[in-house]
């Protein structure tokens, strides 16, 4: 079965920093694919970006990246230069193989920028 | 990408009662599916609605308590029957087309007393 680990709760980061939401996983599939997603007050999910586990670049979207390292099967979600409208929850999940396309998501991390 | 919409985008309701949620995707899509986010938790998944069969339910989700209809490729509907407290939850539907991405409807915020 996969798993998907968030170990941040929440965090707290001064505005124009950058922020890395940490996010392991565990699957014995070879192919798999890792998603972010935002999550601000109003509920809806926003998607950030993806990562296919056959992908060998790392992933960028604007001011988001994904960190991402197979061996120790970890997909960090990096934000440079935070604003104030990323205060939201975050979301790591998973994909399973190709076919059946349903997400197995992390607990979250609540991020909030500091003026 | 795709633009998914729902209805109701919230609802409170009493105990006892069902509510129907709809989630309509403004292009064909292989693949919906329905979410369900508790308080303060993260999105777990219902089921899968197929289209022109039955929805494929996740373990401890039964189709008594969560019908779901699937009629289109662009339409879905997802029923929450014989609602408790415990029910009180954001639902999701999601959908994904044949490239990787999966998008979310904005959520029914529901509420039973």
């Known amino acids: 079965a996969q798993k998907i680990t968030q170990t941040q709760p929440g965090m707290f980061v001064q505005e124009k920093e950058a922020v890395t939401l940490d996010c392991t996983y565990d699957t014995s599939d070879q192919s798999y694919g890792l998603f972010w997603y935002k999550q601000p007050s109003s509920g809806e999910m926003i998607f950030l970006i993806y990562?296919?586990?056959?992908?060998?670049q790392n992933a960028t979207e604007g001011r988001y990246s994904l960190n991402f390292q197979k061996a120790r099967k970890s997909a960090n979600l990096v934000i440079s230069a935070s604003q104030l409208g990323d205060s939201a929850m975050y979301f790591c999940a998973m994909r399973e193989p190709r076919g059946n396309e349903k997400l197995t998501f992390g607990t979250g991390t609540r991020l909030t920028i500091i003026p | 990408s795709a633009v998914i919409s729902q209805k109701p985008s919230r609802d409170i309701c009493q105990r006892g009662t069902s509510l129907t949620i709809q989630c309509q995707v403004d292009?064909?899509?292989?693949?919906m599916f329905w979410y369900r986010q508790q308080p303060g938790q993260s999105l777990t998944l219902i089921a899968t609605?197929?289209?022109?069969?039955?929805?494929?339910?996740e373990s401890g989700f039964v189709i008594d308590k969560f019908p779901i209809s699937r009629p289109n490729l662009t339409f879905s509907t997802l029923t929450v029957s014989n609602m408790s407290p415990e029910d009180s939850s954001i639902y999701l539907c999601?959908?994904?087309?044949?490239?990787?991405?999966?998008?979310f409807g904005p959520g029914t915020r529901l509420t039973v007393t």
């Open positions: 990562q296919g586990s056959y992908d060998e």
């Open positions: 609605a197929n289209q022109g069969s039955e929805a494929t339910y």
């Open positions: 292009s064909q899509v292989t693949m």
């Open positions: 999601s959908a994904c087309e044949d490239s990787y991405e999966q998008y």
